[in-house]
């Protein structure tokens, strides 16, 4: 009955003969010149390519629990797929993409390095299970690299599933599949088998191989580690053969099973449907054998088909277990040598050290154990660390943009200066495709590239991984359009697309977000200055320091701060963004532009004001912010506080980076914009009779008005730092969100005033509950600026530093350890988490909070 799949001699012809596309060196990484561009200095093109190597494999495709692809375009992607067969309704709540609905009591990366090793923890309650899934990539070291040039690609790993039953008093059955698809049309994919009679892989170990455009040939294993005893999931097996109808299926108990189809080739990601699939056909024959009353033990019945289809390009293999179980997946390219590759117990002892030095570089990262933590809070740091960490994808594809639609209230008339010709109707068109290496806010209920949150994921990865934090910088900035646009959520290709509602797809390059990815920026030039000791512009003699172009590639610590290192590297990485940067921020002063004199507003500088494009009457969804109460309805006379906040914030950072690269006039330009803001402040958005800083907008009559809000709004020109420390206007602020009756509570600040009327109205969004990230930025302007710098509030500004932090990092702590989940936000009077879970974007910047990291 079974067919015969013995695809030896196709593999053979893959592997051997080598007429087919090699690794091709080419890398993904083609830097783009604008005509005034100079091209990248060479060591910047070297390190990115070693860098390319060093980050070419990894967990990037978060949205899943797990799953493992390259960080190439159109290349091959696996992932993970389980349910329990303790009956046959586990078959109807498979377990792959992060979803809510699974009701997992917890998953999060307990290590993850971003480069060489993880480990994660699922616990599947409903299933009885908790499974961990670690990885290790073995990396060349310095010796082979050299030997192999510069457009090394190629990498291996081993992966490891291991399901352990949580409550041995009830009975565990679970079936896993691990699948592997190719994108790409030109590769090529087969299974490779032990040559059996029947064609049923007898040994428990599998083989695919297959080759891709940039990776090369290359070979994937699944293996059951061997014990003392011998195979460790055997004696579990043996529980299957006890079931009903058993000896029907004697042959194929406690096999592996497998399936090979041809998939076009987007419909690759569809892994979890193409298996439900099979397994339902399988059933069906099952059902019509036995009848429903008299069906096989699920465990038997609900199996993969045995088949190969001619041409495949997707594959599966199931492993039904019994109790605690153990397989491996290995990966290995051909450019890596035979004694190097990993075996099962080289994965164990390889998991084992990678622990080891990662706890000791997670305290020279983050430095909680000289802070005082103990090893539980430092253990809760270390876990939201590696969970942003796994947290990173990559993504490519078509995204959706509309070109021409825009509110009337959005384009000023007579606004020469917009090459934009306004439709009212909409436009959406599929853009050309386009890749994103990018962290994530959620991977449940966001898993992809969001432009506010990235600043935040950048802050935090930097602090551990100063490089990786760079390639995700440049990721972004490689999106920014030659107006110096980019799209605020980036939702590239229809996997992606998948899990957003229709509403909210369509992308407009009129629309902005808080410009966050200046932070990284910002954080890399402060973490140089600490390191080399970079003063204002790069010194001239720095450029004696020659880098070296041999690094050690697997080394995940030396891959992490080699832009640190060699300033000649540095100002080449900054020399590189600069550009792209600046038109970015030209956009924004262009299309975000607020308008004075058309309505007789008095200010010092008259260019100097910022309305967000695209609000509606209850959303500013581009602010960030979606549902704060802003002005009643939308007008062009509006003045936003948070964007002019924002602006100030982006004139200082280019300004630092101008004078880094000593782009003199540059910077006196940022200077006097920036300066123009700090006093356009006062002028346009403070509100003497409310002693607070407000948005501004226009009534019936013409006449500017106030919008004054108490919460985060109110308190942007302080978390930005661009209220001087002795102003009396920050004593204000400090009793604002000081005061317990109004943004204060015990698990952090309120995004609104609990007397404000709107406070937990509508869809209470922005509307009173509590936000990390936004503490985050609080606390950072306390503790730089100030509790730090002499003045009048300084005493006081110290204070609410402590207890803020105390509260945030408690607050945070106590829910992860209640409910297994960091959360988007908590509750503004009870501090319990709320909405998306888990939330390990920005929410864990508490871990930097700890370190005190701002
Ligand atoms: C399953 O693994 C757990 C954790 O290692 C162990 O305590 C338990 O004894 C194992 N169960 C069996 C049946 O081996």
């Known amino acids: ?44 093109v070297t390190a990115r390519n070693q860098a390319d190597s060093s980050l070419l494999w990894g967990t990037y495709r978060p949205q899943i629990y797990f799953g493992m692809r390259p960080r190439l375009p159109e290349s091959i992607l696996m992932g993970l797929m389980w349910f329990g067969v303790q009956d046959y309704r586990g078959y109807a709540k498979p377990r792959h993409e992060c979803s809510d609905q699974d009701r997992l009591e917890g ?92 064609g049923i892989p007898h040994s428990e170990s599998i083989k695919l191989a297959g080759s891709v455009s940039g990776l090369g040939d290359f070979e994937i294993r699944i293996e059951e580690p061997l014990s003392e005893s011998g195979n460790s999931n055997v004696e579990g097996n043996q529980h299957l053969g006890e079931g009903r109808h058993a000896s029907d299926f004697q042959d194929t108990i406690g096999k592996t099973h497998f399936v090979g189809r041809k ?36 465990g ?166 100063n490089d990786m934090s760079l390639e995700i910088l440049e990721s972004w900035i490689r999106l920014i359009d030659e107006d110096g646009w980019v799209g605020r959520e980036q939702i590239l290709g229809e996997e992606a697309r998948s899990r957003v509602p229709k509403e909210f797809q369509t992308q407009y390059p009129l629309y902005a977000n808080p410009p966050t990815l200046i932070m990284a920026v910002t954080s890399f030039i402060e973490r140089l200055k600490a390191k080399s000791g970079l003063s204002d512009a790069f010194d001239a003699s720095d450029q004696q320091h020659i880098f070296s172009d041999s690094a050690d590639i697997s080394d995940p610590q030396v891959m992490s701060q080699r832009f640190l290192e060699s300033p000649a590297l540095a100002q080449s990485f900054l020399r590189s963004i600069y550009s792209p940067l600046k038109s970015h921020y030209q956009w924004f002063r262009r299309t ?79 200077q006097s914009h920036y300066d123009g803001i700090v006093a356009n402040l006062d002028d346009l958005h403070w509100s003497e009779e409310n002693q607070m800083y407000c948005d501004a907008s226009v009534d019936k009559d013409d006449q500017s008005y106030h919008v004054c809000r108490k919460g985060y709004i109110s308190l ?33 600040i309120r995004s609104l005033s609990i007397k404000e009327p709107l406070f937990g109205q509508g869809e209470n969004y922005w509307r009173g509950p509590i936000w990390v990230q936004m503490n985050y930025m609080a606390l950072g302007a306390l503790h730089r600026k100030y509790a730090a710098q002499p003045g009048p509030y300084q005493a ?49 910047t508490v871990a930097l909070i700890m370190a005190e990291m701002y």
């Open 592 to 670: 975000q532009r607020g308008e004075i004199k058309e309505w007789d507003r008095h200010a010092a500088s008259r260019g100097e004001a910022y309305r967000w494009r695209g609000r509606t009457k209850d959303h500013v969804l581009t602010s960030g912010l979606d549902d704060y109460p802003r002005a009643e309805v939308p007008h062009t006379g509006e003045l936003h506080l948070d964007l002019m906040s924002w602006m100030g914030s982006f004139a200082s950072t280019m300004q630092k980076i101008a004078s880094a690269l000593g782009e003199e006039d540059d910077a006196e330009e940022f």
């Open 796 to 844: 006081k500004a110290r204070k609410i530093y402590d207890s803020l932090r105390s509260n945030v990092v408690r607050n945070v702590q106590k829910e992860y350890e209640r409910t297994g989940f960091t959360w988007e936000q908590y509750n503004p009077t009870d501090g319990r988490g709320q909405r998306s879970h888990p939330f390990t974007g920005w929410t864990s």
């Open 107 to 198: 998953y999060s990366w307990k290590y993850h390095d971003g480069r060489t090793f993880g480990i994660q923890e699922i616990r599947d309650v409903e299933n009885n299970y908790l499974l961990e899934t670690s990885f290790l990539k073995t990396l060349p070291g310095k010796e082979e690299l050299l030997g192999q040039g510069t457009g090394l690609k190629g990498g291996s790993w081993g992966a490891r599933i291991s399901g352990t039953v949580l409550d041995p008093q009830i009975p565990a059955q679970l079936t896993t599949f691990w699948y592997t698809a190719l994108e790409s049309a030109t590769g090529l994919l087969g299974l490779e088998n032990e040559e059996e009679e029947d």
């Open 300 to 465: 038997l019945a609900m199996t993969l088909p045995d088949e190969v289809a001619s041409a495949s390009n997707f594959y599966a293999i199931q492993k039904t277990f019994t109790g605690n179980f153990t397989f491996d997946i290995f990966f290995d390219s051909s450019t890596t040598p035979r004694a190097e590759r990993l075996s099962s117990s080289g994965l164990t002892q390889g998991l084992k050290a990678s622990r080891k030095a990662f706890d000791e570089r997670f305290e020279s990262a983050l430095p909680l154990h000289s802070r005082g933590y103990t090893e539980k809070p430092i253990e809760f740091a270390r876990e939201l660390t590696s969970s942003l960490m796994g947290g990173i994808g990559f993504f490519s594809g078509q995204g959706i943009v509309d070109r021409s639609f825009a509110h009337e209230y959005d384009v000023p008339v007579g606004s020469g200066e917009l090459d934009f010709e306004r439709k009212s109707e909409p436009d959406p068109r599929l853009t050309e495709s386009e890749s994103l290496f990018t962290a994530t806010p959620s991977r449940s209920m966001f898993p992809r590239g969001f432009y506010w949150d990235e600043g935040f994921h950048l802050a935090h990865i930097g602090a551990f991984d």
């Open 263 to 298: 998939l076009r080739t987007d419909q690759t990601w569809r892994g979890k449907d193409v298996i439900i699939s099979e397994i339902n056909e399988v059933l069906r024959s099952t059902l019509e054998r036995y009848g429903q009353e008299n069906m096989p033990a699920p």
């Open 1 to 44: 009955m079974r067919k015969a799949l013995i695809l030896r001699s196709v593999v053979a012809f893959l592997i051997g003969v080598g007429s087919l596309p090699s690794s091709t060196c080419q890398t993904y990484d083609e830097f783009e010149l604008t005509p005034d561009q100079a091209p990248p200095a060479p060591e910047l």
């Open 716 to 748: 942007f020109p302080f978390l930005l730092e661009l209220v001087p420390s002795d102003s009396p206007r920050l004593g204000s602020i400090l009793d604002l969100l000081s005061d317990p009756n109004e943004l204060w509570s015990d698990y952090g």
